[in-house]
């Protein structure tokens, strides 16, 4: 079992819906969690962290996190072509600084 | 806040000859920075973990001696591809870390001919 695992799509959304986007993880002692976004070409770029169960909301972004069942979600609300990249889940192992990475969900956004 | 450079942003040179790539966090000191690889269309792939002031770690199969890490002050971390061979063209990514948050740099990325 990967430590981080989440769907690799592509996952396809018409302009202005919700997109949701699904990463499970394996330790249950991981505590922190975040979500990078990555355009072709690109580096990686942070865009929600969360260390606590619920909701988390920044602008269009909410993440939300159930430690109970080991996952850790994104949500984007009325979603743009713009949107359109790789979404990176990653988690911090144990109490270790570094992170792991699920392999991805490839986001298309279609106007 | 937490912008984190690297330079150059591209390079090629040729198979047998060695290349320095910096990453430097540019508003905030970095105690700890991480180099990563990545191939294209797969993920990213932990090379090291640099320690500003005491060796770097490797993860397991990555050569410490082809892939020098220097870390030398709180915001400045090198990697040097040492003998480059075509098979480690890749795109090379550095981040330096608040707490638990990882910034990552724009990137490398580096064709050996």
């Known amino acids: 079992q990967k430590e981080v695992e989440q769907n690799s799509g592509p996952l396809s959304v018409p302009e202005g819906a919700i997109a949701s986007l699904n990463c499970t993880y394996s330790?249950?002692?991981?505590?922190?969690f975040f979500w990078y976004r990555q355009y072709s070409g690109k580096s990686p770029e942070l865009i929600m962290f969360?260390?606590?169960?619920g909701d988390k909301e920044d602008g269009r972004f909410t993440a939300q996190l159930n430690k109970a069942s080991q996952y850790v979600s994104l949500l984007i609300r009325d979603s743009q072509p713009s949107d359109s990249a790789t979404y990176l889940c990653?988690?911090?192992?144990?109490?270790?600084?570094?992170?792991?990475f699920g392999s991805g969900t490839q986001l298309t956004v279609l106007p | 806040g937490a912008v984190v450079s690297q330079h150059p942003s591209w390079v090629i040179c040729k198979s047998g000859t060695s290349v320095k790539i910096e990453c430097r966090s540019l508003?905030?000191?970095?105690?700890?920075m991480f180099w990563y690889r990545q191939f294209p269309k797969q993920s990213l792939m932990l090379m090291a973990t640099?320690?500003?002031?005491?060796?770097?770690?490797?993860e397991q199969g990555v050569e410490k001696d082809k892939f020098l890490i220097n870390h030398a002050s709180l915001t400045l971390s090198t990697l040097t591809v040492t003998s480059a061979h075509p098979e480690d063209s890749s795109f090379y990514i550095c981040?330096?870390?608040?707490?638990?948050?990882?910034?990552f740099g724009p990137g490398t990325r580096l064709t050996v001919t």
């Open positions: 981040s330096a870390t608040i707490a638990y948050e990882q910034y």
């Open positions: 330790d249950r002692g991981s505590q922190s």
């Open positions: 969360i260390y606590s169960n």
């Open positions: 990653a988690v911090n192992i144990g109490s270790a600084r570094q992170l792991t």
């Open positions: 508003d905030f000191q970095a105690t700890t």
């Open positions: 640099s320690n500003e002031g005491s060796k770097a770690t490797y």
